[in-house]
């Protein structure tokens, strides 16, 4: 018996009815050899952390643009608190710890440059749309290669996790809706909607941009006055509302933390302070777009040829981070500072 069966072992033993076990996980698209020592969602987690997409995440805007202060969230710490809040919240409710990990730290990948402002662009110019967590499954899937076209050959339920991250808002308004199909992957949608709520009222605080006094009292009341008593609060709410394999958070704290994202939705992320870097980036990403697809480069164009130069330019742009992004700009439309 190696190590990775005792491991799968424990988890039969210890973890809830509801959980998903490594030992019955649906499997890879490409099947290969199990590991001695590690359960196939540690494999997966792994995998996504030593990723090229993942370390680009960190010069990734949250929702303030390329910040110059040290302080501000980047999609890099937005996933760390994500990861960290749903392995709490997985522990709690003994599900699996390890493939809550993995999602969290995959969610995000498919990120563009500039937060919203360039999903928002993106979606424009693709044929079909562009939605974030579809992109961070073709990440996972094709474009991070770690051998030819089999990208990192995640489990199902870490694929399915990652493409069905985007459930918070729903869960959040009370509705049941179709969401990942593992419990773990439920716990991520709920988790990732805590996080952000949280570190963007933190960080616009910061900014200067609201003050606490702001923030619809009620809700506070329920919550906590502060950034860590309330990440609490939505954590003890959620697992307190879970039962018999159904993740939901206590009513009243759920219709709290509603409120107070409601409040971010129609008050902070369109203000004009960021709204103004928002239409900078916006038509940053346009040019860059209509110039790489009239004078593609090796780079722009480098993905796999079965794919449209659309769909490359798409990929490319994607992949970029804020710092890249702005340097391309400026190499391409600036002139250049020649020195003597
Ligand atoms: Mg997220």
Redesign the pocket.
Known sequence: MTLRHQLEERERRTLSPFAALAAESRGRCHPEPEHDYRTAYQRDRDRILHSKAFRRLKHKTQVFLAPEGDHYRT?LT??LE?AQIARTVARALFLNEDLTEAIALG??LG?TPFGHAGESVLNEVLDGGYFHYEQSLRVVDKLECRRQGMGLNLTHEVRDGILN?SRGKAILQGKRVTSACTCEGEVLSIC?AI??VNHDIDDAIRAGLISLEDLPREAIHVLGQTTSERINTMVVGLVEGSRDGVIDMVPEIREATHELRSYLYANLYPCHAIDKEIQKAKKLLRELYQHLIEHPTPESAGGDPADSLQRRTVDFIAGMTDHYALQLYQDIFFPAAWQE
């Open positions: 999609r937005h996933t994500v969610h995000d990120h991250h990732d996080a952000y």
